[in-house]
């Protein structure tokens, strides 16, 4: 859980969602809910809402629990951190690949000319 707030601190939709579905993964009242996943009263009103309304929570005794469906979303979206992890280092590496051509090409030009700029050909 945590991963995703050291990476950025506002979260989105997408990861308050699963931090209620995380946290109902073990029956748990609306107010742990609230607590642990850091929402006002009105946001864990809404996310359960939404949550429950799209038949990823639903409503057990006097608590939430999550449902197959919100299984499944917890699983992909695991699956798509992953993916965006991936892609991050492999734009992070593609990234350090064009500056390094970069250097290759242009730093030797840079020097050829100042190499050229010393020999001043009107000595």
């Known amino acids: 859980m945590n991963s995703v707030r050291s990476m950025n601190k506002n979260r989105c939709s997408l990861d308050i969602a699963r931090e209620v579905l995380f946290i109902a993964s073990v029956r748990a ?27 990823l929570l639903e409503h057990v005794d006097s608590g939430y629990l999550v449902t197959e469906a919100g299984r499944e979303f917890l699983s992909l979206y695991e699956k ?28 030797n030009k840079c020097q050829n000319k100042h190499s050229e700029i010393e020999k001043d050909p009107s000595e």
């Open 80 to 107: 798509y951190l992953e993916q965006s992890k991936d892609l991050r280092h492999e734009v992070e590496r593609n990234t350090k690949n064009k500056l390094q051509l970069e250097n290759m090409c242009f730093n």
């Open 29 to 55: 009242r609306k107010t742990r809910i609230m607590y642990g996943a850091n929402l006002s009263f009105r946001q864990v009103q809404k996310y359960l809402n939404t949550l429950l309304n799209n038949g």
